[in-house]
């Protein structure tokens, strides 16, 4: 039993990595893998030449078989999806967040959403994971040159919302800072002059509390909102902190986390801006772990 747990928990980390990236849930990656882990206990174990592999195919199969049955749930959400964040400070041991910092911003999550399940998974195994294309076409029962074409259109979706610019650590903060400063006073035009053209803005109540229920763009439309915002909770903090393996932005208002804030930056300008406001995808967030 305990060589059993031990050789589990010494995958656990990508194993979590691999099931909250194609969940965006950090409560059912951990159901996930709790499923995972009493397949193992009852396997055959001595039979099993690639422990990880083995697991790696169970808990990618496990979430495609939740993405499938969510199907109807995530269609009928109330307003844009968005994955639960994790604080950097709220992984429980250094090979968890040590796995969670590659390709697990926020922005990165929301365009993988827009994948289906197999091609999420195939896409994650191959650039993320970097398994090589016969064993991801084993673990998804796929044919080679089937998973190659689901890769390949997988990869020119997702290279389509990222980023062209890399932004330095000291520039995003740099940048955030200024795009805090104006939200606090609902300064528009502050706002807007630090947005790109065709910046988005999405925000996810899940129809529990006040969030646009359609994705916004334009610079003109988001400044508008902050300006409404700082207008309607006067006296909202923003502060900076870690989420997902990037700096973004909490709103503290009245002593109680209002919204987790993620960023997508090009160069010098944001390109996107994701809220969580839902409050069940924030039940592990709250005011005192605002420190970096």
Same mark, same amino acid.
């Given at each position: #039993?305990?060589?059993?747990?031990?050789?589990?928990?010494?995958?656990?980390?990508?194993?979590?990595?691999?099931?909250?990236? #194609?969940?965006?849930?950090?409560?059912?990656?951990? +159901?996930?893998?709790?499923?995972?882990?009493?397949?193992?206990?009852? &396997?055959?174990? @001595?039979?099993?030449?690639?422990?990880?592999?083995?697991?790696?195919?169970?808990?990618?199969?496990?979430?495609?078989?939740?993405?499938?049955? !969510?199907?109807? +749930?995530?269609?009928?959400?109330?307003?844009?999806?968005? /994955?639960?964040?994790?604080?950097?400070?709220?992984?429980?041991? /250094?090979?968890?967040?040590?796995?969670?910092?590659?390709?697990?911003?926020?922005?990165?999550?929301?365009?993988?959403?827009?994948?289906?399940?197999?091609?999420?998974?195939?896409?994650?195994?191959?650039?993320?994971?970097?398994?090589?294309? /016969?064993? $991801? @076409?084993?673990?998804?029962?796929?044919?080679?040159?089937?998973?190659?074409?689901?890769?390949?259109?997988?990869?020119?979706?997702?290279?389509?919302?990222?980023?062209?610019?890399?932004?330095?650590?000291? @520039?995003?903060?740099?940048?955030?800072?200024?795009?805090?400063?104006?939200?606090?006073? =609902?300064?528009?035009?502050?706002? #807007?002059?630090?947005?790109?053209?065709?910046?988005?803005? #999405? !925000?996810?109540?899940?129809?529990?509390?006040?969030?646009?229920?359609?994705?916004?763009?334009? /610079?003109?439309?988001?400044? %508008?909102?902050?300006? !409404? $915002?700082? %207008?309607?909770?006067? =006296?909202?903090?923003?502060?900076?902190?870690?989420?997902?393996?990037?700096? =973004?932005?909490?709103?503290?208002?009245? =002593?109680?986390?209002? !919204?987790?804030?993620?960023?997508? $930056?090009?160069?010098?300008?944001?390109?996107? $801006?994701?809220?969580?406001?839902?409050?069940?995808?924030? &039940?592990?967030?709250?005011?005192?772990?605002?420190?970096?």
């Amino acid at each position: #039993m305990d060589a059993l747990a031990t050789a589990f928990q010494s995958h656990r980390p990508r194993l979590f990595g691999v099931a909250y990236r #194609m969940l965006g849930s950090r409560a059912d990656a951990e +159901d996930v893998l709790q499923d995972a882990w009493l397949r193992w206990h009852g &396997a055959d174990t @001595a039979t099993i030449e690639n422990r990880e592999a083995w697991l790696v195919t169970v808990v990618t199969r496990l979430c495609l078989d939740r993405l499938r049955a !969510s199907k109807q +749930d995530r269609e009928n959400y109330v307003g844009p999806w968005l /994955p639960e964040p994790i604080l950097n400070d709220t992984l429980p041991s /250094p090979e968890l967040q040590l796995e969670m910092q590659n390709e697990v911003s926020v922005a990165f999550l929301a365009v993988l959403e827009r994948l289906g399940p197999e091609k999420r998974a195939a896409f994650l195994l191959k650039e993320v994971f970097d398994y090589d294309y /016969p064993e $991801i @076409a084993e673990m998804l029962g796929k044919a080679e040159p089937a998973l190659r074409q689901m890769v390949h259109r997988a990869r020119e979706e997702v290279r389509a919302g990222r980023p062209k610019f890399t932004v330095a650590v000291e @520039a995003r903060e740099r940048l955030l800072e200024k795009f805090m400063a104006a939200a606090t006073t =609902g300064d528009r035009a502050a706002v #807007m002059a630090l947005l790109s053209e065709d910046v988005e803005y #999405m !925000s996810d109540g899940g129809g529990k509390v006040y969030a646009a229920l359609k994705v916004l763009h334009g /610079p003109d439309r988001i400044g %508008r909102l902050y300006y !409404s $915002i700082a %207008r309607s909770w006067p =006296g909202i903090q923003y502060r900076l902190i870690r989420i997902n393996g990037e700096l =973004g932005a909490v709103n503290i208002f009245q =002593g109680k986390v209002h !919204s987790v804030i993620s960023f997508r $930056i090009d160069g010098d300008r944001i390109t996107g $801006i994701y809220t969580m406001r839902n409050p069940d995808k924030l &039940a592990g967030v709250s005011a005192d772990q605002l420190d970096r």
